[in-house]
């Protein structure tokens, strides 16, 4: 096994114990032995996250180089941060986890071998380094003969930055080298950090390679058709696309290149707030020994999660291999998608549950990107926000929004795909006052998107959003179709309605040079 690191990470991990790619019962076990976490009775490793439950998206950098500061979308997302600071965190980081016992997982980020990427992660905790074992593609043993690292993450959760003297907003920090290829993380526990800094890469790396990265779960039916569904976390991802129906490709990343869809990762990072077997079972048999959750609530005795207990954090986590969902797909690849869902959480609760795009409203809602930020999936969230993420995924695309939304339209258009929008959010009335959507309704109107038969169906055009509404779904009340007649108050839908309208029409106005077609497809403020 190739165990060769940079020279500075070298004499760093050389003065403690470092281990390379654990099996999963060995990192199990030094989890448990140091204190880190704990067995629950179903055999997942259990952990807390402690001050932090969500991503810290304000403390997250690019370093601005010469080779990346022409492409990258610099703002509030992409934060610049000097080589300088940079180099400084880096050799403080280092200095810190001298001496200690550290854990490195060497694996892929990409399942297609084309477009992968190896990467290289050092954890300064075991179950950590289990989380990022189970969430990316794991080697092979002959794989690891000949693995060199094109990215390298060191997360050192127990380093704090000082804001005076490395430059950053808090103790907290992400930061992406492009030229030094390598993230660091510190200051935070919470995992998804390192899952999603890769993400981020990818999404700088993969468009080079004219390959669509995508913030979306995917899947295939037994015909070999495969179905996208984007969104922000909590929308619905990975729900609806741990069908036992359908063969799951992946629940959050993936590209589409010339050949077909990827998984960019190994395993999936499912919400389990008030996770029922009945509703979600093939989550919840996914939760056994190998699997890991994140501040995830306990009865001290029986060791049992209480799933509905969000005094932790509204965001609880399991992380867990992708074959841990019976027929999976492995390698996560297929085809051409011939259908995409955009996924949003509505908390003003007048959008349609269902409605198809054209290509223009396709390219107008992912430039949106509209839906709600759920409670504790970022720092200071305790309750939906409507939010607008560029493209399904603004806190991940270090590019320009244009350059992913172009690519988009040119897969529609070669693949002629069908673009639906599904709220998965609130209906008769918003957050507060109404109720999240029935999960048997969005699945029935999914299940109808998915085999055809909403195409050709029946079709009226809400007056607000132009959006096509089906008059009927096989298995959804009609009532339910037509978001103004689930409203006591009808006169105040209205009002809503169009206050969402023109935020819609006030967020667009930052997209210059949109066609008039596009621009065009939105709401009618």
Not at 197 to 204: C, D, W
Not at 217 to 222: H, K, M, P, T
Not at 343 to 366: C, N, R, W
Not at 381 to 396: I, L, N, R
Request: charged share 20%; aromatic share 10%; hydrophobic share 40%.
């Amino acid at each position: 096994m190739d165990t060769k690191l940079s020279l500075e990470v070298n004499e760093v991990l050389a003065a403690g114990k470092t281990r390379f790619n654990l099996s999963v019962p060995q990192l199990v076990e030094a989890a448990v032995q140091r204190g880190e976490a704990m067995l629950t009775a179903s055999g997942a490793l259990r952990a807390e996250t402690g001050k932090y439950t969500g991503r810290s998206p304000k403390d997250k950098f690019i370093v601005d180089e010469p080779n990346v500061h022409d492409d990258i979308a610099w703002g509030p997302v992409n934060q610049p941060i000097s080589a300088a600071a940079f180099d400084k965190l880096y050799q403080d980081v280092l200095e810190y986890l001298n001496g200690k016992d550290l854990f490195v997982f060497d694996g892929f980020a990409g399942a297609n071998e084309t477009y992968r990427l190896p990467i290289r992660i050092i954890n300064e905790y075991a179950w950590h380094n289990l989380f990022v074992h189970q969430l990316f593609v794991r080697p092979t043993a002959e794989e690891l003969k000949s693995h060199v690292p094109g990215f390298t993450v060191i997360s050192a959760p127990g380093f704090e930055a000082t804001p005076a003297l490395h430059g950053t907003n808090s103790e907290t920090f992400i930061m992406v080298s492009f030229s030094k290829k390598t993230v660091l993380i510190g200051g935070t526990k919470y995992a998804g950090e390192m899952k999603k800094s890769i993400f981020s890469v990818m999404n700088y790396l993969l468009p080079q390679q004219q390959v669509f990265p995508m913030h979306c779960s995917a899947n295939v039916g037994e015909a070999g058709d495969v179905a996208l569904f984007f969104g922000l976390s909590g929308t619905g991802k990975t729900t609806l696309s741990a069908d036992p129906n359908r063969r799951l490709i992946g629940d959050d990343e993936h590209g589409w290149s010339d050949l077909g869809v990827f998984n960019i990762e190994g395993g999936c990072y499912a919400k389990t707030i008030n996770l029922t077997e009945e509703k979600e079972p093939q989550i919840w048999n996914a939760i056994k020994f190998g699997s890991v959750l994140e501040n995830v609530v306990l009865d001290e005795e029986t060791r049992i999660p209480d799933y509905d207990n969000g005094s932790l954090t509204e965001n609880t986590r399991a992380a867990y291999p992708v074959d841990f969902i019976p027929g999976a797909m492995i390698p996560g690849e297929a085809g051409h998608p011939k259908v995409i869902v955009f996924l949003t959480a509505d908390a003003f609760g007048v959008l349609p549950p269902i409605s198809k795009l054209t290509k223009e409203q396709a390219m107008y809602h992912f430039l949106s990107g509209y839906t709600s930020k759920l409670a504790g999936t970022e720092r200071g969230v305790t309750e939906p926000e409507a939010t607008f993420s560029t493209c399904f995924g603004a806190p991940f695309l270090p590019l320009q929004p244009s350059v992913y939304a172009e690519m988009l339209g040119e897969k529609i258009t070669g693949h002629n795909a069908q673009v639906y929008l599904v709220n998965t959010g609130w209906s008769g009335g918003p957050y507060g006052v109404g109720k999240r959507m029935n999960l048997a309704y969005t699945r029935a109107m999914v299940t109808a998107a998915i085999n055809g038969s909403l195409a050709e169906a029946e079709y009226t055009v809400d007056p607000i959003f132009g959006l096509s509404v089906p008059t009927a779904v096989a298995g959804v009340p009609s009532e339910v179709l037509v978001p103004r007649n689930t409203w006591a108050d009808q006169d105040a839908y209205d009002q809503k309605a169009k206050e969402l309208a023109s935020r819609f029409a006030k967020n667009f106005t930052k997209f210059q040079g949109v066609s008039a077609e596009i621009l065009g497809a939105g709401p009618k403020a």
